[in-house]
């Protein structure tokens, strides 16, 4: 799947997507990222142009896209600042697409226009303080009590979680079960006995709100359920690879943004008497990064085009995910290298892609994780 391969809907969503990055969000990134101030001007424009509920279908109030055309927006937005990307990411791969799949007629009516959009923010509690990869292992509760389930125990690393009104939060409904034992809700998080509890301080993604949640006998509807009990690993893992798809996107705006600073810097920087492009040493870098950063894309593309057409994607999700992550660190070093001292300071913006590239080799799932996965999925294929 190449340029080439876009048609016309997919090429006009780039387009939009780019030129409101560069006008809108770019300016501000630096700023938002020192003062680590949620973007709000920013995210209800994106949503005023569908991006909030980009492949939610057109009679919930999404704008019905398909979903290579929202990860190709991810990347254009990445590409201006990660943390904008990373908030529409968790709103759409996490909150709004679980609903969308797994939610009943009367939960997507009632959820997903408002979601759609932007006047309600969403996100994903899945993560506890004593469980990350092993999410199987989580220990908060639901227990039913007639037309109610009463929830228990403490979600954490929760992004938008200051900001959201409803989260995707998952529970053990039967201990004994382990991952089929696991319960998803839909939760409207003005419920009584719901509280935001500590807030990250971040090496990355500055502008986001990474969160806990406490539940203390929050007591929430029967119509909360999503799905069914014991469906709720299920669910996170189909989401997820989604996400997985997102975040690889997200590395890859976050390695083409730093390979055209350093492409920019090295025409305008001189040594000996030349530009610093003219060097080999430095020709080299540029192309290796500019190999990596097209076959990451590349990748990614190809594991959003599977999931177009319904087909099995674990595998290619993880793949991309893993090599984009991996790409965009490798990518944003040698571009503080390019730089030099320069990039190692505040005044350009190579090391702020340094800092948000590392959390896509952390999140919806880490780089060892996906390994894990690319091991089962392919060793399947030899049985």
């Not at 990596?292 to 057409?309: I, M, N, P, S, Y």
Request: charged share 25%; net charge neutral; hydrophobic share 40%.
């Amino acid at each position: 799947m190449t340029y080439n391969s876009l048609n016309e809907e997919q090429l006009m969503i780039m387009e939009l997507a780019s030129d409101f990055s560069k006008n809108e969000i770019l300016p501000e990134a630096q700023g938002h990222d020192r003062t680590s101030k949620f973007p709000v001007k920013i995210i209800r424009k994106l949503a005023e142009l569908g991006f909030l509920g980009h492949y939610i279908p057109q009679e919930y109030g999404g704008s019905g896209l398909d979903f290579l055309s929202y990860i190709i927006a991810i990347e254009e937005i990445s590409a201006a600042c990660a943390s904008t990307g990373t908030i529409v990411m968790a709103h759409n791969s996490l909150a709004c697409s679980p609903i969308n799949e797994f939610g009943n007629e009367e939960q997507k009516i009632k959820y997903l226009p408002d979601l759609a959009t932007g006047k309600k923010i969403g996100c994903f509690a899945l993560s506890e303080p004593e469980s990350g990869s092993d999410a199987a292992s989580i220990n908060t509760t639901a227990v039913k009590n007639g037309k109610e389930y009463i929830l228990n125990g403490t979600k954490s690393w929760v992004t938008n979680g200051a900001e959201a009104d409803v989260a995707i939060v998952f529970t053990k409904t039967e201990k004994s079960k382990k991952s089929r034992g696991i319960t998803a809700f839909i939760v409207d998080l003005n419920t009584p006995g719901i509280s935001v509890g500590k807030s990250e301080k971040k090496l990355g993604i500055k502008a986001t709100s990474t969160t806990q949640f406490i539940f203390e006998d929050a007591r929430v509807p029967e119509s909360s359920l999503l799905a069914k009990e014991g469906e709720g690993f299920k669910i996170a893992m189909k989401t997820l690879d989604s996400g997985r798809i997102a975040v690889a996107s997200q590395a890859v705006g976050i390695s083409q943004a730093a390979l055209d600073a350093s492409v920019e810097y090295s025409r305008e920087r001189k040594t000996f008497g030349s530009p610093i492009i003219e060097h080999q040493g430095i020709q080299f870098m540029i192309a290796e990064m500019a190999t990596k950063v097209e076959a990451a894309r590349l990748l990614t593309w190809q594991a959003a085009g599977l999931r177009d057409k319904n087909l099995r994607f674990t595998k290619q999700s993880a793949m991309a995910k893993l090599f984009a992550a991996e790409t965009a660190m490798w990518v944003t070093t040698k571009a503080i290298q390019i730089h030099g001292a320069i990039g190692y300071s505040t005044d350009y913006p190579v090391e702020r892609y340094f800092r948000d590239a590392k959390i896509t080799e952390i999140y919806e799932g880490t780089s060892e994780i996906q390994k894990i996965v690319i091991a089962k999925q392919t060793l399947s294929e030899y049985l």
